[in-house]
Antibody, heavy 120, light 113 residues
Framework: QVHLQQSGPGLVKPSQTLSLTCAIS??????????WNWVRQSPSRGLEWLGR?????????DYADSVKSRITINPDTSKNQFSLQLKSVTPDDTAIYYC??????????WGQGTTVTVSS | DVVVTQSPLSLPVTLGQPASISCRSS???????????LNWFQQRPGQSPRRLIY???NRDSGVPDRFSGSGSGSDFTLKISRVEAEDIAIYYC??????????FGQGTKLEIK
């Protein structure tokens, strides 16, 4: 049974970097049958895909245009997890952040969600 | 980006009665592999979204058979044959044909009349 466990701070100051981690159990971040995503949810934006990482002979990252200049998603094979870094945050980045597995053209497993507030 | 539009956004229902939610996409959702990747999720208060239906009409394991999905092209529907109290939630459709940016509808809040 696949499980995603998120960790990271719930409060980030404006202009700083938001950092979250998603630990995977029951699957592998290096699987060639899945992609590993970050999605956020806010009242103003709804559910919004941010980016993903996946391995197909090499590591590939895709990012949403809305955050492309500020986002990095990294796999960590030694810990079987992946991370999200979002730089230069503003209050508009306040949201619930989810890590999500995409086994092929869908999202089937979601992390528990992390509420992140951007405030001084 | 593909825009996904749900209606209604709020759906008051009587327990035991049917409910229906519509989902329309700005582009067709038939993939080059012949599949149509349209999903439905349920989100109860304080919980993460849970997938109910994938590829238009395939129910996930453990999903009651009162939930059904149908549709084709760019027009899809989620139906609940008889609403139960545990079904009170927000329902989202999501297209996952056009990648990498899968897109969600705005959500439909199912509430008791």
């Amino acid at each position: 049974q696949v499980h995603l466990q998120q960790s990271g701070p719930g409060l980030v100051k404006p202009s700083q970097t938001l950092s979250l981690t998603c630990a995977i159990s029951g699957d592998s971040v290096s699987s060639n049958r899945a992609a590993w995503n970050w999605v956020r949810q806010s009242p103003s934006r709804g559910l919004e895909w941010l980016g993903r990482t996946y391995y197909r002979s090499k590591w590939v990252n895709d990012y949403a245009d809305s955050v492309k200049s500020r986002i990095t998603i990294n796999p960590d094979t030694s810990k079987n997890q992946f991370s999200l870094q979002l730089k230069s945050v503003t209050p508009d980045d306040t949201a619930i952040y989810y890590c999500v597995r995409d086994p092929f053209h869908s999202y089937d497993i979601w992390g528990q969600g992390t509420t992140v507030t951007v405030s001084s | 980006d593909v825009v996904v539009t749900q209606s209604p956004l709020s759906l008051p229902v009587t327990l035991g009665q049917p409910a229906s939610i519509s989902c329309r996409s700005s582009q067709g959702l038939v993939h080059s592999d012949g599949n149509t990747y349209l999903n439905w999720f349920q989100q109860r208060p304080g919980q993460s979204p849970r997938r109910l239906i994938y590829k238009v009409s395939n129910r996930d394991s453990g999903v009651p058979d009162r939930f059904s999905g149908s549709g084709s092209g760019s027009d899809f529907t989620l139906k609940i044959s008889r609403v139960e109290a545990e079904d009170i939630a927000i329902y989202y459709c999501m297209q996952s044909t056009h990648w990498p940016q899968y897109t969600f509808g705005q959500g439909t809040k199912l509430e008791i009349k």
